[in-house]
């Protein structure tokens, strides 16, 4: 079993080896948590992010997949910018959701991470219910035990879900 750990605060103070930017498929920086972690990281995550090939014009990383740069200022070794979906429903989103966390996990394996930081994907301007959020998210991270997986959850409501469902996962 993963050790999992949840703590309200800002993502881009997290000590480990690779934080999770809940980019947009640009890839290029945008709004809350994606803005936020460029901001801290400075322009050179921008560049190392220019340095990814879009996969077709615009896209540099698709819906449910991830990426994985180095992070400029930051005091972790990677940022890992993955996109997830913006939710329609449960039963069409869902998949892409537990592919966004997938693929980043995979990621930080292959470079021989042994911490992550993730934002809740999906959960702000993308409006995927918490609730459900947290369901995915966690049960998809159970999976991962050799990494020590820190979720940074901004705001009290959605820390108190998370904290829920991860009691309700244990029990």
Request: glycine share 8%; aromatic share 8%.
């Amino acid at each position: 079993m993963s050790h999992i750990q949840l703590i309200q605060g800002d993502i881009t103070t997290a000590h480990v080896d690779a934080i999770v930017n809940a980019a947009n498929s640009r890839m290029l920086g945008g709004g809350g948590v994606d803005g936020a972690i460029h901001r801290v990281a400075g322009p050179e995550l921008l560049q190392a992010c220019l340095q990814v090939p879009e996969s077709e014009p615009g896209v540099r990383c698709p819906v449910g997949h991830a990426q994985i740069t180095r992070a400029g200022r930051l005091s972790a070794k990677f940022v890992i910018h993955t996109v997830g979906p913006i939710y329609r429903s449960h039963h069409h989103s869902g998949p892409y959701l537990e592919s966004a966390y997938r693929h980043t996990l995979e990621l930080a394996r292959t470079h021989h991470c042994h911490s992550i930081a993730f934002p809740a994907i999906s959960c702000g301007v993308y409006g995927y219910p918490y609730q459900d959020a947290a369901q995915i998210a966690l049960t998809t991270c159970l999976d991962y035990g050799e990494l020590d997986i820190t979720f940074y959850l901004f705001a009290d409501d959605i820390y108190q879900v998370w904290q829920d469902v991860y009691q309700q996962l244990l029990a």
